[in-house]
């Protein structure tokens, strides 16, 4: 099942119940949400399950049960060694020791087969989590989207 009713981040006490039981120091972390998990996964860092890069290999990575068909295309992850969290809405994934290249077989999907998050072009949750980090850009940031806006608006 995937539905954002399934996870909006309510799983994340039992994520960092999962990586203090595992001993990780860094947990990459796949949420359907816009907020930093670090907040309640101290070691967690936002990750994208379809652009996994060399350094992830071997590692355990907890994706959203959204992101697996829904709003990514991350199925290629259920092939490798996995555990439900919080009754399958994140899911723990070990990833092999070599990942193989997107679009292989057994890897990440090709970039002509990627979905955004909630398909806005391109990554809305590093745009948010900058913000949060930054709010003295958001009047600049605001500034662009409502000339771009005008811009596309105009073009009608």
């Not at 990440?108 to 850009?137: C, I, T, V």
Request: aromatic share 10%.
């Amino acid at each position: 099942a995937s539905d954002s009713n399934v996870d909006w981040n309510q799983a994340l006490p039992e994520v960092r119940k999962f990586a203090d039981l595992h001993g990780l120091k860094t947990l990459k972390i796949d949420t359907y949400s816009m907020t930093d998990p670090a907040a309640v996964v101290p070691q967690g860092k936002i990750w994208d399950c379809q652009k996994p890069s060399t350094e992830d290999a071997g590692q355990w990575v907890v994706v959203s049960s959204n992101m697996i068909m829904d709003a990514h295309n991350c199925t290629w992850l259920m092939q490798y060694p996995h555990e439900r969290l919080a009754g399958g809405s994140m899911w723990a994934v070990h990833l092999p020791s070599v990942i193989p290249p997107a679009g292989s077989q057994g890897g990440p999907p090709p970039a002509s087969a990627q979905k955004h998050f909630l398909g806005y072009p391109g990554d809305m949750r590093a745009f948010f989590l900058n913000l949060y980090y930054h709010p003295e850009q958001l009047p600049r940031v605001c500034a662009e989207l409502e000339a771009q806006f005008w811009k596309q608006y105009r073009k009608r």
